[in-house]
């Protein structure tokens, strides 16, 4: 059973920066893509990047040129570094693995954003 583990989260005031970490309990080699989901309350969850295996990314409008998704296959990790964030930025953040039509999802951290 894979198993994704989030960290980085918590409290950051508007114009600050924060990276999250995803560690996948094995190699993420074996995946197709990963990415990174996030849920406001009250909101429903959105992809916010994505990365495939091949290194092709994709990202929501809301957090382009502010987020940037990798990877590191020698940690078997999945970063997101967040830049410039805004309060609406706060929301859960969800880790995710693709590997076919199977997707498994971490537990999420919370990442909140004052103003």
């Known amino acids: 059973q894979v198993q994704l583990v989030e960290s980085g989260g918590g409290l950051v005031q508007a114009g600050g920066s924060l990276r999250l970490s995803c560690a996948a309990s094995?190699?993420?080699?074996?995946?197709?893509?990963m990415g990174w989901y996030r849920q406001a309350p009250g909101k429903q969850r959105e992809l916010v990047a994505r990365?495939?295996?091949?290194?092709?990314?994709n990202y929501a409008d809301s957090v382009k040129g502010r987020f940037t998704i990798s990877g590191d296959i020698a940690k078997n990790a999945v970063y997101l570094q967040m830049n410039s964030l805004k309060p609406e930025d706060t929301a859960v953040y969800y880790c995710?693995?693709?590997?076919?039509?199977?997707?498994?999802w971490g537990q999420g951290t919370l990442v909140t954003v004052s103003s």
């Open positions: 995710t693995a693709e590997r076919g039509t199977i997707v498994v």
């Open positions: 094995t190699s993420i080699f074996i995946f197709g893509a």
């Open positions: 990365i495939t295996s091949e290194g092709r990314t």
